[in-house]
Structures are given as structure tokens and as C-alpha cells.
Nanobody, 116 residues
Framework: QVELVESGGGLVQAGGSLKLSCVPS????????MGWYRQAPGKQRELVAD???????NYADSVKGRFTISRDNAENTMYLQMNSLKPEDTAVYYC??????????WGQGTQVTVSS
């Protein structure tokens, strides 16, 4: 199973920005789809955004217009640029990667806290 390493979380004031990164242990070309999920305390894990190998993207309604997902094949990294952050964006954010064959992998999570 591939290891995914997330970084970039932290504490930010409402209206601020953060950029999350996810680096797989193998080549990013192995993955048909990659995505970001989040889980707030007492809530189920939910999809935030995902991106396919041909760069098609999908966003949760709650983050449309504020978050941007991208993948840089040269840097072997997937990103989530988060702007205009709100307190309700507070959660642990997880990277997920689905290969063309086999099961998907999860990162360990990175905490994002938005203060009001």
C-alpha cells in the first residue's frame, strides 16, 4: 500500500488561507483519482474535492469558489489551496489516492483550525 504524507495544516483566523500538500511514496502517475476529505469532531468524514488523472475536478458545495485542488506531476504532489476559510472548515483533512488497480490509500491527516 502506498504511503501518503500530508502537510500544511495549522491555525488560521477566519478569512485566511492555507495550502495543504499530499506527497505519495510512489509515483503520482499510479493514481487515477486523488482527493481531499475532512472529518470534524462528531461528524462523518466527507469529500472536500477530488481530481482525476486528466485533471477533472469535483468540489463539495460548501467549498466551491473558495478551495482549489490541483496535482503537479513534476513535483509528485497534490495540493488543496484553501481561501476565505470559515470556522466550519475546522477539521482533520485527509489525503486519499485511488490507483488504477487495487485499493485506495489514506494519509494520516492534518489538522486545520479556523478561529472566529
Amino acid at each position: 500500500q502506498v504511503e501518503l504524507v500530508e502537510s500544511g495544516g495549522g491555525l488560521v483566523q477566519a478569512g485566511g488561507s492555507l495550502k495543504l500538500s499530499c506527497v505519495p511514496s510512489g509515483s503520482i502517475f499510479l493514481f487515477n483519482r486523488m482527493g481531499w476529505y475532512r472529518q470534524a469532531p462528531g461528524k462523518q468524514r466527507e469529500l472536500v474535492a477530488d481530481i482525476t488523472s486528466n485533471l477533472g475536478t469535483n468540489y463539495a458545495d460548501s467549498v466551491k469558489g473558495r478551495f482549489t485542488i490541483s496535482r503537479d506531476n513534476a513535483e509528485n504532489t497534490m495540493y488543496l489551496q484553501m481561501n476565505s476559510l470559515k470556522p466550519e472548515d475546522t477539521a482533520v483533512y485527509y489525503c486519499n489516492a485511488s490507483p488504477y488497480f487495487g485499493v485506495s490509500s489514506w494519509g494520516q491527516g492534518t489538522q486545520v483550525t479556523v478561529s472566529s
